[in-house]
């Protein structure tokens, strides 16, 4: 884990909260880390591929189809991004196994896309469910042209290419960007759950507005992040 004892500065002390929210949900492996001068991302270049490319493309999926309800496109489409997270899942296995040498840029690029392609395929269901009362046959359709689908390409094509060089200052770009990403898929994966499990519960006419379940969401991310934390503390401790 790369902890500092000692927070002498803000600067020291907004890497030590990066490196806490990074040490939740990652093993934190310098030697498959991307680095920037002496400094490591909060997170393997794997992870930092994934958040990245999750927040990137639910953020512009939402500057571009708003935050109306959508429903799913055909199943060709939907196929097509679930082999988004293919590259990265047959990478991380066959490293592990021992079959193959994986790099970093292969790490970011392959998470990255796996990271967009989870994005796309939560967005419907995310923008849809503060609002389960909305008529299925309203709601517009997501990806309606492959265009759509193959557009996508363009956000972890663009993030490789963008935190590859070491230029003065890029840790602090790409650092916070990475946490703030966490944090982000952290808060749309629980407002997801969240609105849905109200709408089971109580009825499609009786779900929360948007402010509480966000205000929900944000709490549960922040448990969430605290309690992972501490259990990989634990868990590191007795290995």
């Known amino acids: 884990m790369r902890y500092h004892s000692r927070m002498g500065t803000i600067a020291d002390g907004l890497t030590w909260f990066m490196d806490q929210v990074g040490f939740a949900i990652c093993h934190q492996l310098s030697e498959r880390s991307i680095t920037y001068g002496s400094?490591?991302?909060?997170?393997?270049?794997r992870d930092t591929g994934i958040f990245l490319g999750f927040a990137v493309c639910f953020t512009a999926l939402l500057l571009l189809y708003g935050r109306g309800p959508r429903r799913y496109p055909s199943w060709p489409r939907l196929l097509a991004l679930a082999l988004f997270?293919?590259?990265?899942?047959?990478d991380a296995v066959t490293s592990y196994a021992g079959l193959r040498e994986s790099g970093n840029v292969i790490r970011l690029a392959t998470g990255a896309l796996a990271g967009t392609g989870v994005a796309a395929l939560v967005f419907p269901l995310a923008v849809s469910s503060a609002r389960p009362d909305a008529a299925n046959g309203e709601r517009p359709e997501a990806f309606g042209s492959w265009w759509s689908v193959a557009g996508l390409l363009a956000i972890p094509f663009a993030l490789t290419l963008l935190a590859q060089p070491d230029w003065p200052g890029a840790y602090w770009i790409w650092a916070p960007a990475v946490?703030?990403?966490i944090l982000f898929t952290l808060f749309v994966l629980n407002f997801t759950?969240?609105?849905?499990?109200a709408a089971w519960a109580r009825g499609e006419d009786r779900v929360?507005?948007?402010l509480p379940l966000a205000g929900l969401a944000m709490a549960a991310a922040a448990i969430e992040i605290v309690l992972s934390n501490r259990l990989h503390w634990a868990v590191q401790s007795l290995l």
């Open 39 to 45: 400094r490591a991302m909060p997170v393997c270049a």
């Open 85 to 90: 997270i293919l590259p990265t899942a047959l």
């Open 179 to 181: 946490t703030l990403s």
């Open 193 to 197: 759950l969240i609105a849905l499990a």
């Open 208 to 210: 929360p507005g948007p």
